[in-house]
């Protein structure tokens, strides 16, 4: 079956670092992949998304590529605030899926210190 | 535009007892998804709704129901809360395009 692994938290980074938080999927067709963010408190967000091989995608400064080679879709930030302070979550719709259910990765808990 | 909701926001419950959580979209979606999200554990797909009138068993849907009221609703009934349902419940919908809008939670603690 359609899994995602993302790597394992909390990761703690100072204000204006770079992030990367690694994701690598497993799907038995041409899956659909997506970054979701989980502010404290609340429900989840789309932060990014990508459908086909080599598509980048990106939004508030984070950008994910699409690498059919490595079924990867890491995230990255050149600089993260304060703000960036939250859950990050993979996920995967694989195309054989016709209600279009997500699977996700258990969640990276990202802290930035001022 | 409110989106999706959910209520209520939190519930305790003893052991035994039962209750529904309710979902409702604004956004004319056919797709409707019921969530847990659980410690280290991401988040699970208990039940889904791809369309008003069908409903589809997800990952862990022992010990839940659901009903598709309508086009706007979807409730997941609990009909003898356990202590292993303690989680945060996340309901979510979509139309063909591939996003899906997450309601705010419920957060429900069995005692």
């Known amino acids: 079956g359609d899994s995602v692994t993302q790597m394992e938290g909390p990761v703690t980074l100072s204000e204006e670092a770079f992030l990367t938080i690694n994701c690598t999927y497993t799907a038995t067709g041409y899956p659909s992949l997506f970054w979701y963010v989980q502010y404290p408190g609340e429900g989840l967000q789309l932060l990014l998304k990508a459908t086909k091989a080599d598509d980048k995608g990106s939004n508030k400064g984070f950008e994910a590529t699409y690498r059919k080679e490595t079924t990867s879709f890491h995230l990255e930030k050149g600089s993260v605030q304060v703000s960036d302070s939250a859950v990050y979550f993979c996920a995967l719709r694989d195309s054989g899926a016709g209600s279009y259910q997500l699977t996700f990765g258990k969640g990276t808990k990202l802290s930035v210190i001022p | 535009n409110a989106g999706v909701t959910q209520t209520p926001k939190f519930q305790v419950l003893k052991t035994g007892q039962s209750m529904t959580l309710q979902c409702a979209q604004d956004?004319?979606?056919?797709?409707m998804y019921w969530y847990r999200q659980d410690p280290g554990m991401g988040l699970r797909l208990i039940y889904y709704s791809a369309s008003e009138g069908t409903t589809d068993k997800g990952e862990v849907p022992n010990g839940y129901n659901v009903s598709r009221l309508n086009k706007r609703e979807f409730s997941l009934r609990l009909e003898s809360a356990a202590p292993s349902q303690t989680s945060v419940y996340f309901c979510a919908s979509n139309q063909r395009s591939y996003e899906q809008y997450f309601g705010p939670g419920t957060r429900l603690t069995v005692t």
């Open positions: 956004m004319n979606h056919n797709s």
